[in-house]
């Protein structure tokens, strides 16, 4: 029975202290779990947020800044303002926040919620949008001394000043102002990071976790802390802390989508040259669809760049250009066409312009005629070969075509050697062209010809004229008596011929001299416009190439403001 009796009597002992394990566990569970809670109910006991954590009202409490750069999401030209993704990082120290890790098992670090504690109220004074504060509350880490570490992003949407000069070569200096809403620089003193005894002058860029932006690439990121003398040491707003973003175009996106296409379209402009000069009409189509095409181009342009009168864009500047080029081009077409369709019946030519077959208005020659006859046959040449005289050329017709290397045919056509039988006088030595060969040249002469010819006169006295003075000197002189009105009806037929053939000559002359002065318009205008397209897009992309961003940050201060090397 005894021995039966005693496990059962040691049962409810081995219970009771069981169950006194547990709970001695579990309040050490407890007690360990709630030293956060102690902690912080302890400091929040008489912590007023609202009051700047002075012990004494001179005391000036110290902000530090740093600002961690994770994406430059855009630069919305337009409204000139900047997008930017950062990390604020904030440090000061409040004296009601101290505590003794030895009266709390050692905690080191305790997390606050950021509503709780005081803060120095700084936010960013360039916003374009009115959101002034964080994009989150995050707690704050609080330590023993009472400094406190906060760190909160936020997406800022900064001004941004936009030279649109040089676009889209451009670069821009952007920048991200803070400082205190509420405090003056006696209150409290805004400063700059410092890491392992370094200040932290720049802004901070964690390779793994900074996203590239496809449009912009960052030169310098300097950080600075300015004082604004506008505003007393008193006010608010004395003292501001500076982040700069020195940020340069990738033109790719610009080259290939807008710069090239007007370039290529440009030169058909160009092209047109080759067509002939007298094809005005497709000239001036081809280059009024080239002007349209940019104008298009340039009001693309304009939807991208800000509406602003203080400078004007690069690549404005080229697509004016352009379009005055072409224009000129049109303008060049039309007189080019107007030149080349002029005629002697409308036009006359300077001077200048044609030195060629000038003959004074009393160079008459009078046909050798036998003796005793009255005949006076008025020839408005000084020579049967005045005619196909090697004319004197003028700077359009002779000067300009040799500098240009072009291919022009004589004006004036050689002398035609006639191999037909003449009719002469071995004494008189005068000659006339047989009739069918003056009449294959014009036919409306032939027609008169051929009537003077059903007459007989004419073919009675050539008759008369070939047997020649066989029959003796009396007999020859009573037949050039006799034939003497055939003669003169003969000589009269073949000065109209003369002067008939001399008028359509000089007509077809002067339509190819014309014709020759606008090629040569053409060519030259071609060269000049060439030229100037060449100059002025290289002149205009060199400006471009000139505009680079600085070596450094600030002119005259040789700092970087980058992280050591070592």
């Given amino acids: ?76 030209e337009r409204e000139e303002a900047l997008t930017t993704n950062v990390w604020i990082e904030m440090q000061w120290c409040d004296y009601r926040l101290r505590w003794d890790p030895r009266d709390y098992e050692g905690l ?54 936009i030279s649109v000069t040089y676009f889209p070569f451009d670069w821009q200096n952007c920048s991200l102002v803070f400082q205190s809403q509420t405090y003056s620089t006696n209150e409290i003193d805004l400063q700059l990071s410092q890491e392992d005894g370094q200040t932290i002058e720049w802004i901070f860029i964690d390779p793994e976790a900074f996203t590239e932006n496809g449009e912009w690439a960052i030169r310098h990121r300097p950080a600075k802390m300015l004082l604004d003398t506008a505003v007393a ?43 002939p000069a007298k094809a005005g009409g497709q000239k001036c189509t081809v280059a009024i669809n080239v002007l349209l095409a940019q104008t298009v ?71 050798p005629t036998p003796p005793g006859l ?11 070969a005045a005619f196909h005289s090697k004319p004197i050329r003028g700077v359009f017709l002779r000067l300009l075509p040799q500098l240009l290397r072009m291919h022009v045919r004589p004006l004036a056509p050689a002398a035609v050697q006639d191999t037909q039988p003449r009719l002469q006088n071995g004494s008189s030595g005068w000659s006339v062209t047989t009739g ?21 006169r004419v073919a009675a006295a050539l008759q008369k004229l070939e047997k020649g003075p066989e029959s003796g000197p009396s007999q020859f002189c009573g037949s050039l008596k006799q034939a003497a009105p055939a003669i003169q009806d003969c000589v009269e037929a073949c000065n109209l011929i ?29 060269l000049a416009m060439l030229s100037l397209f060449v100059c002025g897009t290289a002149g205009i992309f060199l400006m471009a190439h000139y505009n680079r961003v600085p070596a450094l940050p600030f002119p005259g201060d040789p700092r970087p403001y980058l992280p050591s090397p070592d």
């Fill in 1 to 76: 029975m005894h021995g039966g009796q005693g496990p059962l009597v040691l049962l409810p002992l081995l219970a009771v202290c069981l169950g006194g394990t547990q709970r001695n566990l579990s309040l050490g569970r407890t007690q360990g779990r709630n030293q956060e809670e102690r902690l912080l109910t302890d400091l929040m006991q008489n912590y007023d947020p609202n009051l700047r954590p002075a012990e004494r009202d001179s005391d000036v409490v110290n902000v530090s800044l740093k600002l961690t750069l994770t994406n430059l999401i855009s630069l919305n």
């Fill in 108 to 161: 080191w670090v305790l997390r606050v919620p950021s509503t709780m504690v005081w803060r120095p109220d700084v936010v960013l004074e360039n916003n374009v949008d009115g959101v002034f504060e964080v994009a989150l509350y995050c707690n704050v880490l609080v330590s023993p001394d009472g400094c406190i570490y906060w760190l909160p992003p936020a997406i800022f949407r900064s001004a941004c000043s």
């Fill in 233 to 275: 040491a008193q006010e608010a707003g004395h003292q501001k802390v500076v982040f700069y973003l020195l940020i340069q175009r990738k033109p790719l996106f610009y080259v290939i989508n807008i710069i090239a296409p007007c370039v290529l379209i440009s030169s058909v402009a160009i092209l047109i040259y080759f067509l």
């Fill in 297 to 367: 181009f340039l009001f693309l342009v304009a939807k991208k760049v800000p509406e602003t009168s203080q400078a004007v864009p690069l690549i404005s500047k080229y697509l004016t250009f352009l379009l005055v080029v072409t224009i000129l081009i049109v303008v060049n077409a039309v007189v080019v066409l107007n030149v080349s369709l002029r005629s002697p019946h409308t036009h006359s030519m300077a001077r200048g312009v044609r030195k060629a077959r000038t003959l004074p208005a009393h160079s008459n020659i009078l046909l």
């Fill in 374 to 384: 009255p005949l006076a046959c008025p020839w408005p040449y000084s020579s049967p």
């Fill in 436 to 456: 069918e060969e003056v009449a294959l040249c014009l036919p409306r002469s032939e027609l008169l010809f051929q009537q003077w010819q059903r007459q007989g």
């Fill in 498 to 526: 003369a002067r008939a053939r001399h008028q359509q000559s000089h007509f077809d002359s002067g339509n190819e001299e014309w014709f020759l002065v606008g090629r040569v318009l053409d060519r030259v205008c071609f």
